[in-house]
Structure formats: structure tokens, C-alpha cells
């Protein structure tokens, strides 16, 4: 079965500071990824996906993500945070060829802009 | 193009109560998923449907039942309401990458 963990439940980062966000997931093939944002009150929306290819992938919003297959992992980074930037953050992982392709998530991470 | 709407946005319900939440996308996409958020737990799939006169179970579907309308609508009802069921539901379709578009919730209190 597949599963993903975000290991930060909050995060604080000043203004202007670069952010990273970490994403790990268990499953047996290569996966699709995804990272999604949710601001308060709002529903989710992508950010940025990955299904092959190249290891980084370029998001909205100045966001980006690298792919470590040895690693597990799909962590999120920006360079330079914007306080519009504080949402939550969800990574999620899709199964190829499976039932109406189904996506598993994380518990999300929450992020804090200091000005 | 709306993409995909949620109604009511807001729902007070006393236990016992039954209700039906509505969830409707535009994008002619095959599968349309529940979600419920709680806090701490991220999203949990309540049940899906891979296509129109389809739908699954999810991870949590005790005290819920789905109705795929047909290809635009997809129904969550809840038919004797608990306090358990108190939550932020969210519908969602998905296209053929696997990008999943997401309504902007119902909030749902049992009280």
C-alpha cells in the first residue's frame, strides 16, 4: 500500500528566508507525485507534479521539487518566502494503473511567515 | 468554467439528522472523489467514483452513502448524522495526468 509522511507538522520561516518542506513516500513502483496548497478556508490546488523525466519540477508560485528515488523522497523548496506563501502544504502520492487513480496524502505541514 | 462546486458551503445538523451534500465539475473529467479533513489527519477518502454508474469505497465510508448522478454530479449523504461526522468535506475530480481539482468544502457541524 502506499503511504506519505510529512515529518514537519509546523514550520516557521522569516520573510525572504528559503523554505524546504519535507515529503517521503512508500511505494513499490514509481510513483506520481504531487504537492498541493491549501490557504485557510480554501480548497486545495496544485502546485506542482511529478510523473517521469526530470528529477526537479518547476511549480507555480515560484515553487519547486526534486524527485530522490534512492531517498523516498519529494521534498518542496522555494528560495525566497512571501508572507502569502503561509497555507498548508500537502504531498501526495498517485498509483499508476490503478482504479480511477487514486492519490494517498500526507498529514500536511503548515507553514508560518515571520515579517 | 466553474470547475467543480460544492453546496451548501455551511451545515449545522442535529444527530440523527440526514443530509446530502452536492458536488458538481465541468471539466468532463471520469472520476470524482469524497474527502473529509480533520484536523491533524489530512484528507481521507470517503469514497470515490472511476466513472459514471461507478463508486468505491474508500478509506472511511461507514455512515456515508454516494450517488453518481451521472457524469457532472456526484452526491455524499450522510443518512443519521453523528457528532463523529463533524468535518470539512471536500469533492474532487481528476483528469487523465492524476491533477486532482478540488471544490471549496462544506463545513459540517453535528452537534
Known amino acids: 500500500a502506499q503511504s506519505v509522511t510529512q515529518p514537519d507538522i509546523h514550520i516557521t520561516v522569516s520573510e525572504g528566508a528559503s523554505l524546504e518542506l519535507r515529503c517521503n513516500y512508500s511505494?513499490?513502483?514509481?510513483?506520481?507525485l504531487f504537492w498541493y496548497v491549501q490557504s485557510p478556508g480554501q480548497g486545495l490546488q496544485l502546485l506542482l507534479k511529478?510523473?517521469?523525466?526530470?528529477?526537479l519540477v518547476q511549480g507555480i508560485k515560484g515553487f519547486e521539487a526534486e524527485f530522490k528515488r534512492s531517498q523516498s523522497s519529494f521534498n518542496l523548496r522555494k528560495p525566497s518566502v512571501h508572507w502569502s506563501d503561509a497555507a498548508e502544504y500537502f504531498c501526495?502520492?498517485?498509483?499508476?494503473?490503478?482504479?480511477?487513480?487514486?492519490?494517498?496524502f500526507g498529514d500536511g505541514t503548515t507553514l508560518t511567515v515571520k515579517p | 468554467n466553474a470547475g467543480v462546486t460544492q453546496t451548501p458551503k455551511f451545515q449545522v445538523l442535529k444527530t440523527g439528522q440526514s443530509m446530502t451534500l452536492q458536488c458538481a465539475q465541468d471539466m468532463n473529467h471520469n472520476s470524482m472523489y469524497w474527502y473529509r479533513q480533520d484536523p491533524g489527519m489530512g484528507l481521507r477518502l470517503i469514497y470515490y467514483s472511476a466513472s459514471e454508474g461507478t463508486t468505491d469505497k474508500g478509506e472511511v465510508p461507514n455512515g456515508y452513502n454516494v450517488s453518481r448522478l451521472n457524469k457532472r454530479e456526484f452526491s455524499l449523504r450522510l443518512e443519521s448524522a453523528a457528532p463523529s461526522q463533524t468535518s470539512v468535506y471536500f469533492c474532487a475530480s481528476i483528469d487523465i495526468t492524476y491533477e486532482q481539482y478540488f471544490g471549496p468544502g462544506t463545513r459540517l457541524t453535528v452537534t
Open positions: 511529478y510523473f517521469s523525466g526530470d528529477t
Open positions: 501526495a502520492v498517485g498509483a499508476m494503473n490503478t482504479n480511477a487513480g487514486k492519490s494517498t
Open positions: 511505494y513499490g513502483a514509481t510513483p506520481y
